[in-house]
C-alpha cells in the first residue's frame, strides 16, 4: 500500500500529515510556507509512495465555503497541473483548529507552545487525516 497525504491549506502555512504505508495511523509530518508547498510535495513524492491527497474543504457553520476556498480551488488547477496522476479528494475540515487547539491544552503544551500556528496547522492535517481513516477504513 501507499501513504495518503493530507494537506490543511492556507494563505501562510499549509499544514501537512501523512499516514504510514498500512494507512492505520495518521502523524504530522510537517508545517511548510505555502510559497514552498509545491517543491516540498515534488520532493515527497519523489521519495514516497503516496495514493490520494487529501485537502481540507474550509466552511463556515451554515456549510457555505470560507473565505480562503478561492485561493484552495486556484492551488488544485495548479496541484492536478503538477501531479495528474495523483489522485485528489476534499474533506470537510470544520472545527479542526478548533480541535487542534483543545488537543495541544489536552497534551499540556503551555500558553507559549499553543501559540504557534504552524504547530496548530500541523496537528489540523492530522486531525483531518485521522477523521478520513476512520470514516474510510
Known sequence: MARILALDYGVKRTGIAATDELQLIASGLTTVETSELFPFLEDYLA??????????????????????????????????????????????????????????????LKKKQRQNKALIDEISATILLQSYLQFNN
Do not use: C, W, Y
Not at 521519495?47 to 465555503?65: A, F, I, T, Y
Not at 473565505?67 to 475540515?93: C, G, N, S, Y
Open 47 to 108: 521519495n514516497e509512495k503516496v495514493e490520494l491527497v487529501l485537502v481540507g474543504e474550509p466552511r463556515q457553520r451554515d456549510g457555505s465555503h470560507s473565505a480562503v476556498e478561492e485561493e484552495i480551488q486556484q492551488f488544485l488547477v495548479k496541484l492536478t497541473a503538477a501531479f495528474p496522476k495523483l489522485p485528489i479528494e476534499r474533506v470537510d475540515e470544520r472545527f479542526t483548529s478548533k480541535m487542534a487547539f483543545q488537543t495541544m491544552i489536552d497534551s499540556g
